[in-house]
């Protein structure tokens, strides 16, 4: 079944560092994901992608964070500047459509650690 | 705005004993929702959804969850438990409209006793 994988799966960083985070999602999929959890917290929606665009961001996903699609495969969450706070799980999502009906699919995930 | 709230953080069961886990969501307008679950080391792997039509809805592993719209419950059950279910189980609802994210609950860690 095909997968959506994330590179690193742990990645450590100094504060004030920037940070990119990678994903490939599934080859058919149209819409990309990401998602953050700290630890012992909820699993939080950072912002959706769609069309080479932004489709939808959260109040997370301020001026520090942005996303990309550079290629034909990858999908790339970048932290300009990081802080402590930063330090969580982000988790990686693709669909191939909108919508409730098409269900996102998730990846590992990359366990960020800022220092 | 909306919310999931599952109260138990922990859940230990025996072994082919049932379990249920709780899932309540709070949304001013309809809603789908979804059971993930993550094993160890892993993602979140889509367990099960409710769209519409029939309340219960049946999913991999021989897991289950019954929509209750007057309860605004969408618990998870599973008649008999087997180690393998060892995993963090999420509870997620999708409201539409517009907004692509799912909103999760903070998950419920299952935890299986030989």
């Known amino acids: 079944e095909p997968e959506v994988t994330q590179t690193p799966s742990h990645q450590v960083t100094q504060m004030g560092q920037e940070v990119i985070l990678r994903c490939v999602p599934i080859?058919?999929?149209?819409?990309f994901y990401w998602y953050r959890q700290i630890l012992g917290q909820k699993v939080e929606f950072l912002v959706s992608?769609?069309?080479?665009?932004?489709?939808?961001k959260s109040e997370i996903f301020d001026d520090q964070f942005s996303v990309e699609r550079p290629d034909g495969s990858n999908f790339t969450l970048k932290i300009r500047s990081t802080k402590l706070e930063d330090s969580a799980m982000y988790f990686c999502?693709?669909?191939?459509?909108?919508?409730?009906?098409?269900?996102?699919?998730f990846g590992d995930g990359t366990r960020l650690s800022i220092l | 705005a909306q919310s999931v709230t599952q109260l138990d953080s922990q859940v230990p069961v025996f072994e082919e004993a049932p379990v249920e886990l709780r899932c309540n969501y709070s949304?001013?307008?309809?809603?789908?929702l979804f059971w993930y679950v993550q094993y160890p080391n892993q993602g979140l792997q889509l367990l099960l959804k409710?769209?519409?039509?029939?309340?219960l809805v049946k999913g991999i592993n021989g897991f289950e969850a019954e929509f209750n719209k007057s309860q605004t419950s969408f618990h998870l059950r599973k008649p008999s438990v087997h180690i393998s279910d060892t995993a963090e189980y999420f509870c997620?609802?999708?409201?539409?409209?517009?907004?692509?994210?799912?909103?999760f609950g903070k998950g419920t860690h299952l935890i299986i006793q030989p």
């Open positions: 999502a693709s669909s191939e459509r909108r919508g409730a009906w098409q269900p996102q699919h």
């Open positions: 080859s058919n999929h149209l819409y």
């Open positions: 992608f769609y069309n080479n665009e932004i489709s939808e």
């Open positions: 949304s001013s307008v309809s809603v789908y």
């Open positions: 409710y769209l519409s039509g029939s309340t």
């Open positions: 997620a609802l999708y409201s539409g409209g517009g907004a692509d994210g799912l909103t």
